[in-house]
Structure formats: C-alpha cells, structure tokens
C-alpha cells in the first residue's frame, strides 16, 4: 500500500523506544528488497521486506498485535494466489 507524506505524516504515532539495529536491518532492506509493478503503465516501486523483519518490527513497537499482523498478511497472499 503506499500512502502519501500528507497522510503519513497526520498517523497518530505509538510511544515506543527506538531500536538502532532494526532501524539499520530496515534501511538495508530498504535497499536490498525493491521490487516493481506496474500501475497504469508505469512501474511502481515497492519494498517486500522478510516476513523475519516484519515480525520483529511488529513485536517491538505493537507486540500485543504481532502475530495477529503476520498471520492476516499471509492470508492475504494466500488468497492472492488463489485467484
């Protein structure tokens, strides 16, 4: 899903402590996981992060929702494949 600066910027934000080493592992996956699409004609980058990093991302800032976050993101792709 992409959302614009205006919309991202206007979230309520979580208080949570920042964790220097997921911030890092985020930024190389940034880097090292792009992938495209194409929308209306145009390619559209995107960034398919490891289901590991997720998970860790989830378990450090809403842990009380983590597994409940991973296990609706596979049943997305689940039911993606399906049609």
């Given at each position: ?19 220097k080493g997921l911030i890092a592992a985020l930024e ?56």
């Amino acid at each position: 899903m992409t959302i614009s600066q205006e919309t991202l910027f206007s979230l309520p934000l979580l208080d949570f402590k920042l964790d220097k080493g997921l911030i890092a592992a985020l930024e190389k996956s940034e880097l090292d996981n792009k992938v495209y699409k194409q929308n209306a004609g145009a390619a559209q980058e995107n960034v398919k992060h490891p289901k590991i990093l997720l998970s860790r991302l989830n378990n450090h800032v809403i842990p009380s929702h983590a597994n409940l976050l991973i296990s609706l993101h596979e049943n997305s792709e689940l039911l993606n494949k399906n049609f």
